[in-house]
């Protein structure tokens, strides 16, 4: 019955989120014959033809160009025994707005399926309940989004016995280290949130395999234009869709991506318990905002370097860290494990005279940037995580990979970037 439930096939309205870049995945509009308007042309498909189209077929009746939001809660059957023959029953278990938006996730990260969640906390937790019970161990990385460490720490060691060992994951020999008879998982972030360290993720899955152990990576910095965890060797990717999918602060949300049917069950079914659904009106907004994924990203990461460059050369600034940047520590590896040179939107800095300067600098810094949490968006944010995003962490945790309280996170939007860094010159020349 669970298989029925999460794998049946649906003939007329979905394409197969198996397909690889170059593939042609999509059913022509109206069963267009071949040739005519409304077929595919014929050839390979680049990744940004299926960051637009993946998943979408325009309406057979009204040929309207947009997927419906199917804002409904049950949907009616023809007869018993036709039970769940178009697909859908109760959205809860599957919506079609919702699986549209899954199905182009998947395509995005070149995955067999997705699960989509109503916050990316939802999937991380998902995650790990249908990975591992009381008594299971799991490595994870010492530097992961507050919110992921808390759920290891509070809900899943204190509440539910599992264990989770912390360490430094830029060091292989240092994970394997940590490896016991019940580990069943390694847990990476790459780009960490939000000191930026990098995993090599080949590596690691490479070690994951040899010990028979799942590796999953949070690539919600990275997003599948910069990196593709399941092309590493990784078994899931686990993104925050409220980042770069929504770009636009509209919207939260989460996924799973996995390459292996079996895991796509385990969590479907762990979900439909939960009940960590992802609404239509969410899943419909994010189908929108993703299909400028490549270019806002493209965008944000030409800010981010030359935001980090004038940081670089200030001399108020004690240090900034930023993959695309010479001085990157782990310079070597982000060239090799970013696609085509982007290394996103995302940095990090220190002023000089401690944490109060600090401070001041993010009390002062004028719009366009915004003081506040999120992500990723079109709109550029600066953001103190020792107070916002990672204050659930332990204080000592944070001060050993350096988030004081001055700790300042930028993301860069996609707005003129001499504007940005006219605001950040005066904020940092007052000091």
């Known amino acids: 019955k669970l298989q029925f439930l999460y794998l049946i096939d649906v003939p007329h309205a979905y394409i197969n989120a198996t397909m690889s870049v170059g593939q042609t995945p999509f059913k022509n509009t109206f069963n267009a014959p071949e040739g005519k308007a ?13 960051a637009v189209h993946a998943g979408v077929v325009p309406d057979v009746e009204s040929g309207a160009i947009l997927t419906a939001v199917h804002q409904s809660t049950t949907f009616v059957q023809e007869s018993v025994g036709a039970y769940l023959e178009k697909g859908f029953s109760y959205s809860r278990t599957r919506n ?11 395509a995005l990260e070149n995955g067999k399926g997705c699960h989509l969640f109503a916050t990316g ?21 010492e530097c992961s989004y507050g919110g992921t460490n808390r759920a290891a720490r509070v809900l899943f060691s204190e509440r539910y016995g599992v264990e989770f060992t912390f360490c430094d ?26 000191v930026l360290t990098l995993t090599d993720l080949a590596a690691v899955s490479t070690l994951a395999k040899k010990h028979n152990l799942l590796h999953a990576c949070d690539s919600t910095f990275a997003t599948p234009v910069i990196m593709r965890p399941l092309d590493l060797g990784c078994d899931f990717a686990c993104i925050s ?80 860290k930023y993959p695309g940047l010479k001085s ?42 915004s003081l506040c949490e999120n992500l990723g968006a079109t709109e550029s944010i600066i ?9 659930n962490m332990l204080k000592e945790d944070r001060e050993k990979l350096g988030i004081n309280d001055g700790f300042v996170r930028v993301s860069c939007g996609i707005e003129d970037a001499d504007d940005l860094i006219r605001s950040l010159k005066k904020s940092l020349d007052a000091l």
């Not at 847990?187 to 960490?192: D, H, R």
Request: proline residues 4%; glycine residues 8%.
């Open 38 to 50: 409304g077929s595919w042309v014929e050839g390979d498909l680049g990744r940004e033809t299926i």
């Open 96 to 106: 079609p707005t919702v699986e549209s938006l899954a199905e182009r996730v998947a």
């Open 121 to 141: 906390m939802a999937a991380t937790v998902s995650l790990f309940t249908a990975t591992m019970k009381t008594g299971d161990h799991c490595v994870i990385t």
């Open 169 to 194: 994951f830029t060091d292989i020999a240092e994970i394997e280290k940590h490896i016991k008879p019940n580990t069943k998982m390694i847990f990476s972030e790459s780009p960490a949130n939000p």
């Open 241 to 320: 869709t409220t980042k770069y999918i929504d770009g636009h602060n509209m919207t939260v949300g989460g996924a799973l991506v996995w390459k292996d049917q079996e895991w796509g069950d385990k969590i479907g079914l762990i979900q439909n318990i939960h009940g960590n659904i992802m609404a239509p009106w969410t899943a419909y907004l994010q189908l929108q905002a993703c299909k400028t994924l490549f270019l806002r990203i493209r965008k944000q990461s030409e800010n981010a370097q030359k935001v980090a460059e004038f940081l670089e050369g200030h001399d108020k600034v004690l240090r900034v």
């Open 328 to 369: 990157f520590p782990q310079k070597e590896l982000a060239d090799r494990q970013h696609i085509d040179g982007l290394h996103g939107g995302m940095l990090w800095f220190e002023v000089k005279g401690g944490v109060a300067s600090g401070v001041k600098l993010m009390d002062t810094t004028q719009r366009p940037w």
């Open 383 to 391: 953001t103190c995580p020792a107070v916002m995003t990672h204050a």
